[in-house]
């Protein structure tokens, strides 16, 4: 769940090779079953990435797949597990230091939840837009900033494909099939893309960032 792209810092807007100013980039951040799945539609969605996600995956997520991104994104239903989960997480002497450090990350970062039900968003530094999704999203590309990610939230994904925001689609697949649940991508998603970079893992998971064209 935690995992970025290379050549840009976090705070600032990116340079293209041009020397003009870019625009921030709206990435999806995922982990995916080789079927295709997001999200199995069961407790928290996500507990079969458990496997996989050993000590490899989660280093190379933090040092590397999420190192622009200083704004994470979910739907309602991702933002009050994450919320749940982590919060909890903070200060749990059973968690692992790797835990409790994504624990503090997670808390500090700038946090947006799409919703239309929720009335507000309490977590730390958290903003709720619950409205005029594309444009205020192309408000937030043109302002100063590091890259802002989609964490999970397949649903969200979803909207925001059909409205064009997303730059690129970095994703964990891991070694294993669920036959049901949420897919990453959803039945009527249409999209040109560019392999940037992959990693395979000894646990079996497979890396693989690509941007859209």
């Not at 968003?121 to 444009?135: D, F, H, K, M």
């Not at 043109?142 to 979803?158: D, E, F, N, R």
């Not at 925001?160 to 669920?178: A, C, N, S």
């Amino acid at each position: 769940m935690r995992s970025c792209a290379l050549g840009e810092s976090p705070g600032r807007i990116a340079i293209v090779p041009n020397g003009r100013i870019g625009m921030r980039k709206v990435v999806a951040i995922e982990n995916a079953t080789l079927d295709g799945f997001a999200d199995s539609q069961e407790g928290l969605g996500f507990e079969w990435t458990a496997r996989a996600y050993d000590e490899e995956v989660d280093r190379y997520g933090n040092e590397h797949v999420r190192a622009d991104v200083d704004t994470a994104m979910y739907g309602r239903a991702t933002y009050l597990g994450m919320q749940g989960f982590w919060s909890n997480m903070l200060d749990n002497p059973d968690g692992t230091p790797s835990e409790r450090a994504h624990a503090e990350w997670v808390h500090n970062v700038n946090k947006i939840v799409f919703s239309t039900t929720l009335e507000s968003a309490g977590w730390a530094n958290s903003r709720l837009i619950g409205g005029n999704v594309a444009e205020e999203v192309e408000n937030l590309k043109a302002k100063p900033g590091g890259t802002m990610a989609i964490y999970a939230s397949p649903k969200l994904v979803h909207a925001f494909i059909d409205l064009g925001l997303i730059d690129e689609f970095r994703i964990v697949v891991h070694p294993v099939t669920l036959g049901r649940g949420t897919p990453l991508f959803h039945d009527t998603a249409k999209l040109d893309l560019e392999l940037l970079e992959s990693k395979a893992f000894n646990s079996g998971a497979v890396y693989v960032r690509y941007q859209v064209v």
